[in-house]
């Protein structure tokens, strides 16, 4: 497992490398669906950190209180080193997400991640706080579309 700083660093190393600027709530719900994905890939979950159910949708708080000071604006890219590693183990599965998700807005990935059925709407409840979405809720959302997407690139 990863601290979840290290794991938004490579998203926007990433995000950067491809020409895109993400705001703080792009770069939580890509976080999420990257966790979300390695955990139906491997059982494992990515980060360390909890995820909790906020009012639009799955939040690690800890990243939140990072990017928070930037607002709804595009983290600068001048805040993101070009020099360091990127992780190795996961680097290609956040390629594949920033590629496929990068380009939806903050609000898009909030709407994405809470729909009915997520594991987001499994758990919020309106007016609580703190509420911590299990890996083992996210890993099974995310299994299920594995399974569907697999489902249906065998029958095409």
Same mark, same amino acid.
């Given at each position: 497992?990863? $601290?979840?700083?290290? *794991?938004? $660093?490579?998203?926007? #190393?990433?995000?950067k490398?491809? !020409?895109?600027?993400?705001?703080?709530?792009?770069?939580? &719900?890509? *976080?999420?669906?990257?966790?979300?994905?390695?955990?139906?890939?491997? !059982? +494992?979950?990515?980060?360390?950190?909890?995820?909790?159910?906020? &009012?639009? !949708?799955? *939040?690690?708080?800890?990243?939140?209180?990072?990017? &928070?000071?930037?607002?709804?604006?595009?983290?600068?890219? $001048?805040?993101?080193?070009?020099?360091?590693?990127?992780?190795?183990?996961?680097?290609?599965?956040? $390629? @594949?997400?920033? #590629? +496929?998700?990068?380009?939806?807005?903050?609000?898009?990935?909030?709407?994405?991640t809470?729909? &009915?059925?997520?594991?987001? @709407? @499994?758990?919020?409840?309106?007016?609580? +706080?703190?509420?911590?979405?299990?890996?083992?809720?996210?890993?099974?959302?995310?299994?299920?579309?594995?399974?569907?997407?697999?489902?249906?690139?065998a029958?095409?």
């Open positions: 497992m990863f $601290d979840v700083l290290v *794991v938004a $660093d490579d998203v926007l #190393k990433c995000a490398r491809i !020409g895109l600027r993400l705001s703080p709530l792009q770069l939580m &719900k890509l *976080v999420y669906i990257i966790h979300g994905w390695h955990l139906a890939l491997t !059982g +494992q979950p990515l980060i360390k950190q909890r995820i909790e159910a906020w &009012k639009y !949708g799955p *939040v690690i708080p800890v990243l939140y209180h990072s990017t &928070k000071v930037f607002g709804r604006d595009p983290i600068p890219s $001048d805040r993101v080193a070009d020099t360091s590693p990127r992780i190795p183990e996961v680097s290609s599965l956040v $390629d @594949s997400v920033v #590629k +496929q998700y990068g380009n939806f807005s903050g609000i898009a990935l909030s709407n994405l809470h729909q &009915k059925g997520t594991p987001w @709407s @499994s758990v919020y409840r309106d007016g609580a +706080q703190n509420i911590e979405i299990p890996n083992d809720l996210i890993r099974s959302h995310y299994e299920k579309l594995l399974n569907e997407r697999r489902s249906a690139a029958t095409s």
